[in-house]
């Protein structure tokens, strides 16, 4: 299984952006999906996070700002983000705590990262 992440890039602040997350491979199925940053010197963070049924939940920080939002079928997860601050550049990485593969066996899978940066 893998997860492949697009859409990062150089803004400046007060612009938007918005991220891509593929999965492919041997899925069966994939509850939650969601975003998670690091920042030069910072701990790896969520950002947001949803599940299947369409519940989400977002760090304090970017909520207002970010919308998550997945397409089930393409298993596919999005990261809109508007009202960009420098303080939100960071490596974007997608993330799926629990896949069961078509052998049944659950896996933690991490896409590859996508920087965004946010100037002043």
């Known amino acids: 299984v893998q997860l492949q992440a697009s859409g990062g890039g150089l803004v400046q602040a007060g612009g938007s952006l918005r991220l891509s997350c593929a999965a492919s491979?041997?899925?069966?199925?994939?509850?939650?999906m969601g975003w998670y940053r690091q920042a030069p010197g910072k701990q790896r963070e969520l950002v947001a996070e949803i599940a299947t049924d369409g519940s989400t939940n977002y760090a304090d920080s970017v909520k207002g700002r970010f919308t998550i939002s997945r397409d089930n079928d393409k298993n596919t997860v999005f990261l809109q983000m508007y009202s960009l601050k420098p303080e939100d550049t960071a490596v974007y990485y997608c993330?799926?705590?629990?896949?069961?593969?078509?052998?049944?066996?659950?896996?933690?899978?991490w896409g590859q990262g996508t920087q965004v940066t946010v100037s002043s």
């Open positions: 491979g041997s899925i069966f199925s994939m509850n939650v």
């Open positions: 993330n799926a705590p629990s896949v069961l593969t078509t052998t049944f066996r659950y896996a933690e899978v």
